[in-house]
Nanobody, 124 residues
Framework: QVQLVESGGGLVQAGDSLRLSCAASGRTFSRYAMGWFRQAPGKEREFVAVISWSGGNTYYADSAKGRFTISRDNAKNTVYLQMNSLKPEDTAVYYC?????????????????WGRGTQVTVSS
């Protein structure tokens, strides 16, 4: 089993920044991708960003490109999501997830473990 704990969410104003963190513990995979997803009220969970084990490969949703940056510190088993220029439409619960594979995917159904999420609220 892998436990994922997100932190760093909060209430901010449009244009502000936040950095989310996701700490992983438990079973460690030799190679795994870590991703961020979000779910707004009344909407389906959507992909935000994903990063490879080495950190050398990343992929972003169009809504995140140019504003969000995903990174990881494998020594700390932690993945980060730096979010800049936040907009009200970024308001959602943000989840991190682990995929036991080197292949980067955007489909939430392909991820093996999930955290409980952290709330991000952006006021206009």
């Amino acid at each position: 089993q892998v436990q994922l704990v997100e932190s760093g969410g909060g209430l901010v104003q449009a244009g502000d920044s936040l950095r989310l963190s996701c700490a992983a513990s438990g079973r460690t995979f030799s190679r795994y991708a870590m991703g961020w997803f979000r779910q707004a009220p009344g909407k389906e969970r959507e992909f935000v960003a994903v990063i490879s084990w080495s950190g050398g490969n990343t992929y972003y949703a169009d809504s995140a490109k140019g504003r969000f940056t995903i990174s990881r510190d494998n020594a700390k088993n932690t993945v980060y999501l730096q979010m800049n220029s936040l907009k009200p439409e970024d308001t959602a619960v943000y989840y991190c997830a682990v995929r036991d594979s080197i292949v980067l995917v955007t489909n939430a159904n392909k991820y093996d473990y999930w955290g409980r999420g952290t709330q991000v609220t952006v006021s206009s």
